[in-house]
């Protein structure tokens, strides 16, 4: 099984919600994080937590995201709320502070697409 599938995007409308979740599996997790790529943009973190679950956010989400994990610590959630056009994005989790690599390469999931309709 591939050690990132990120699922939960889809199309909503402005002002909707969407809940994505990512399966770790391989590896045990710390701190891990939600990235996002806009298109035509580069990605971006948009939210991690810790290993003591503390969190952080990017300022264009702060107050309408929230991530945080399963209770078997391989599942990582992103609620995502009051959704607006400019989230539109492709989704990705992974770990922090560093990139997961797979044989010597950065190593990067399918992602799941966020498209948010105005």
């Known amino acids: 099984q591939a050690p990132l599938v990120e699922s939960g995007g889809g199309l909503v409308e402005t002002g909707g919600c969407l809940r994505l979740?990512?399966?770790?599996?391989?590896?045990?997790?710390?701190?891990m994080g939600w990235f996002r790529q806009p298109p035509g943009k580069q990605r971006e973190l948009v939210a991690a937590i810790s290993a003591d679950e503390s969190t952080m956010y990017a300022n264009s989400v702060k107050g309408r995201f929230i991530i945080s994990r399963g209770n078997a610590k391989n599942t990582l959630y992103l609620q995502m709320t009051n959704l607006n056009p400019e989230d539109t994005a492709v989704y990705y989790c992974n770990t922090r502070p560093s990139i997961l690599m797979i044989n010597g390469r950065l190593y990067w999931g399918q992602g799941t697409q966020v498209t948010v309709s105005s």
């Open positions: 979740a990512c399966i770790v599996s391989g590896f045990s997790t710390n701190e």
